[in-house]
């Protein structure tokens, strides 16, 4: 006769377990995948919700390659040597990783920054927090989304950079640019949350990010190839993450780089903003319309 057979724990729409069986503990069984899965339909929402809104598009697309063909364009033949950098490179060369760095700034800080505060002040997150959807999960969804827009925003840029400009290919220091990249939206991404704590209304939400980030661009040099900043300035744009990114980025680009092209120092600022911005984020995001902000005294993380 020999045992029956049992029927093996299920997931959900799968098939009861057997009485008495091994039945898996409370959170077990296929949650990791559901996780998983759930952070990439989300990551998807966002991507399409991009895809549809034209205003951030153009902001996060269309703007960065524009400052592409204005500078290139205009000095893409010149040579200058930059600070810090061996060699002379051409404009072109420092205005292609000064373009990536702005359009990955724009896709994993500025977009999801636009987006968080919107949705907020609209009671969108209000509603949002009531279902069952993880927290984790929102977030990864942004991050997701932040990390693939970006990707995507680096590569096309650098092979337009390469074929209507003449920038020499990384070759073997795509590695170092690649992981510059992907450090980089995170950290990007990880800042918009807690920045939206900032701003308390929808209307100023286009007009504070994009005021930012084009600060941080003009303080981190992206918009003056070549030019030596001044010492304040250099100071200031040291504490924030868009120097650090274009000068690893630039690193990856200079045909003259001798090495594997991979500036540490940089990418353990953007390390340590990565994990500072999802702390800061956990602690002070906020999911009500700002004259809703009540306190719980719960003391978890985003629960009010």
Known sequence: ??????????????????????????????VNRRVVGLARREAGWVRRALVRDPQNLFFTVGLPLLYLFIFAGIFGSETTPFPGQPGTLTVSTIMTASVVVIGVVSAAFQYPAINLITERENGVLKRLRSTP??????????VINAVVVSVLMAAGVTALGVVAY???????????????????????????FPFTRVVRKSSAAAAASVSVTLVLFFLSGNFFPGAELPPAMAAVASVFPVRHFFLAALTAFNPNTVGSGAEWGHLGVLALWAVGGTLAGLRWFRWNPSGQDYSCGCGAAGCC
């Open 166 to 192: 003449g920038v020499p290919w990384p070759g073997r220091r795509i590695v170092p640019l690649v992981a510059t990249v992907l450090l980089g939206s995170v950290a990007c991404a990880a800042a918009a």
């Open 1 to 30: 006769m020999g045992p029956a057979h049992r029927n093996r724990p299920g997931g959900p729409g799968g098939s009861a377990s057997h009485p008495r069986g091994r039945v898996p503990r409370p959170g077990g069984g296929v």
């Open 133 to 142: 959807v993880p927290t984790g999960v929102f977030v990864a969804g942004y």
